[in-house]
């Protein structure tokens, strides 16, 4: 009995070695070399970059510019005396820069950053495959930092845009493009954090996705994908002197500003016309509000949507359309993803009551048509150059949320400098009338005609009256 049970024991072993024997070599063979790497879930970093690399492409650009090699370099000067002689110590040179992109269209549509292809003479394309074109600017938006170029080729591969809305902190992402010129490089990470806010020099934004994924130079204008290989953004920037925190622009932004500059080669960007400030503890006790949520109204555009569809100054904004709004952040947000022509339903708080305003935005003035109308406007007779008090002049000058004009700049020996104003006066009235923008500046100047002036000046939290004599 004990022979026979024993037979059975090395019979039924015999029968399982057999089926691992026979089951193993074709389970292996069914598997890829890359899910091989690992039995539970594959490699899917390798699959994305091998799916997406041929849809990402570097970008090389050269811009033209002259450089003095004189000993005293462009002296201003010595250019009176020797004017365009002085360009004999001088040739032109070209400056070459990298960046990346991706494709977004099979017709040769590239979606890169503003800043990689800004100013260029020309700008080189190279495919994955080793073709290279010459590649159309198609449009720049400075704002997002953001453009658009095309070369001539057909029956390209795309990356497929995803919702950079529904993108978690924790997920992982891939990046791929030409860091210091090296090709198609892949790095990973994941989602760090959501609206991040980036204060630059040319570059103001709120919304950016942070990442630990490695961005260098050369990165910019690259695809941040996530493991359903779809693009959810654009890398753009970096803290240098930090490792691990890079920035990419959401793609949701980039889809919206990439249909405009395609249509017009610009971006139709909608405009509410007011300045904001946050909603301070004093602010609710002398507004009677309930809370510090939403954006107190400092001031309107004149002519603006805002003034427009009844909007003052004092008004506090509790909802932009369906958006609750928390902080003025929140509404700079809600605008910014309406387009010129879009209606909108405005909840404000006006003297204690909640009232219900209609705004049809409209399109952001040209920047170009705005600088050339608005600021800066020198006015020779005065010596003294003025601006509008926008957002950006405020937080250059560190100013609180005022009305008037700012004073960029004093001549020497002028009516301004022996009145003693100086850059930073925030000029708020002028014999008597109100001042609230360079327009209102200019009409009462000429108002007044060569009578004396009597200037009410904003300098360092304090007012005074300043007379200005033009003789």
């Known amino acids: 009995m004990a022979k026979i049970r024993k037979t059975g024991l090395v019979v039924g072993f015999a029968l399982l070695l057999m089926g691992i024997l026979y089951v193993l070599p074709h389970e292996f063979k069914s598997l890829s070399p890359a899910d091989s790497q690992d039995v539970f879930t594959g490699n899917p970093v390798a699959s ?9 492409v570097n970008i090389d650009t050269k811009t ?32 070459e820069g990298k960046g990346s992109g991706f494709i977004a269209s099979p017709d040769g549509m590239i979606l890169t950053n503003s ?41 390209l591969p795309v990356l ?48 950016f996705l942070q990442t630990d994924a490695a961005i260098n130079p050369g990165n910019s204008g690259g695809p941040l994908i996530n493991l359903d290989n779809q693009v959810i953004g654009i890398n753009t920037a970096i803290v240098p002197y930090a490792q691990g925190i890079g920035f990419a622009i959401p793609i949701n932004v980039a889809k919206q500003v990439m249909n405009d500059l ?98 049809r935005l409209e399109e952001l003035p040209n920047q170009e048509t705005a600088k050339k109308n608005e600021t800066p406007h ?12 926008d957002a950006k002049t405020r937080q250059q000058l560190a100013l609180p949320a005022l009305q008037g004009v700012v004073i960029l700049r004093v001549e020497g020996s002028s009516p301004a400098e022996r009145a003693g104003l100086r850059p930073g006066d925030v000029i708020q009235g002028v014999n008597g009338r109100s001042i609230r923008d360079v327009r209102s500046w200019e009409t009462t100047l000429k108002a007044a005609g060569g009578k004396k002036l009597v200037l009410l000046v904003w300098r360092e939290g304090r007012t005074t009256f300043v007379p200005l004599n033009t003789q």
């Open 48 to 56: 994305i970059a091998k799916k997406s690399s041929p849809a990402v």
């Open 115 to 155: 800043h990689v292809v800004d100013g260029a003479d020309s700008v080189i394309v190279t495919l994955s495959d080793g073709r290279r074109f010459d590649a159309e600017v198609v449009g720049k938006d400075p704002t997002y930092d953001l453009a658009v170029i095309r070369i001539k080729a057909g029956n």
């Open 262 to 359: 395609v249509k017009f080669g610009r971006v139709k960007r909608a405009w509410l016309g007011v300045y904001m400030q946050p909603v301070t503890t004093d602010i609710i006790e002398a507004f009677g509000l309930k809370s510090g949520e939403g954006a107190l109204v400092s001031d309107v555009v004149p002519n603006s949507p805002a003034e427009k569809s009844g909007l003052q100054r004092g008004d506090v904004v509790k909802r932009f359309g369906s958006v609750p709004i928390k902080t003025p952040d929140d509404l700079s947000k809600a605008v910014r993803k309406q387009v010129a022509g879009d209606v909108a339903k405005v909840e404000i708080v006006r003297e204690g009551k909640t009232m219900s305003l209609s705004v």
């Open 160 to 207: 497929k845009m995803g919702d950079s809305d529904r993108t978690q902190v924790g997920e992982w992402v891939v990046a791929i493009g030409n860091p210091f010129g090296l090709e198609h490089t892949v790095t990973v990470g994941v989602i760090s954090a959501k609206n991040r806010s980036i204060r630059l020099e040319k570059l103001n934004f709120d919304g």
């Open 378 to 389: 020198l006015v020779l007779q005065l010596g003294v150059e003025v601006g509008n008090l």
């Open 64 to 95: 033209f510019v002259r450089k003095s090699f004189s000993p005293f370099g462009n002296d201003p000067f010595l250019r009176q005396f020797f004017g365009d002689q002085m360009d004999l110590f001088s040739r032109v040179v070209p400056m």
